[in-house]
C-alpha cells in the first residue's frame, strides 16, 4: 500500500463558515497516481471539522442556523470561564461534526453523491486560515 499526504491552506469564514474543497481533493486522488483506496480528509485544530454538505446557499444558510439550535452563542459555557474567551460554542460544534471523513476511490475517482461536496467548516469565532491534510492510501 502507497500512503501520500498533501496539505492546503484555505481561509474560512467565522461561525459555520465553509470551504468547498471538493475539487481540490479530487485533483490529488486523481494525480496521486494510485487507482483504489481511500483518502482521508482532516482538518487540525479544536474548533473545526470537515464533513459533506450540498454546497448550495440555502444549506450555507440553514447549517449555522442548524448549529445554533445545537449550541447556542448566547449561553454560559464553562470554557469562557477557563480561558477567558467566547467561543466555547465553536469548540461544541466542532466536537459533535468532528475533524476528519474518509471517502474511498476507485479508478482514481471519488465515491461521492451527486450533490455530495467535500467542506471545511470554521466554527471558530474569528475567521481563520485552516489547514487541511489530506492522507490518499491505495494501489
Do not use: C
Amino acid at each position: 500500500m502507497v500512503v501520500k499526504t498533501e496539505r492546503l491552506k484555505v481561509g474560512i469564514s467565522a461561525d459555520g463558515g465553509m470551504a468547498d474543497i471538493t475539487e481540490w481533493v479530487k485533483e490529488k486522488v486523481e494525480g496521486s497516481g494510485l487507482s483504489d483506496g481511500t483518502v482521508t480528509v482532516f482538518i487540525p485544530g479544536a474548533t473545526g471539522s470537515v464533513s459533506t454538505i450540498e454546497y448550495e446557499p440555502g444549506l450555507l444558510k440553514d447549517f449555522p442556523r442548524a448549529m445554533e439550535r445545537i449550541a447556542p452563542a448566547d449561553i454560559d459555557y464553562e470554557h469562557h470561564k477557563t480561558w477567558g474567551d467566547d467561543n466555547g460554542r465553536s469548540h461544541v460544534r466542532a466536537t459533535l461534526m468532528g475533524p476528519s471523513l474518509v471517502v474511498p476511490f476507485v479508478d482514481g475517482k471519488l465515491i461521492l453523491g451527486t450533490w455530495q461536496q467535500i467542506t471545511a467548516i470554521n466554527f471558530d469565532t474569528q475567521k481563520r486560515d485552516r489547514e487541511i491534510i489530506l492522507q490518499i492510501m491505495g494501489e
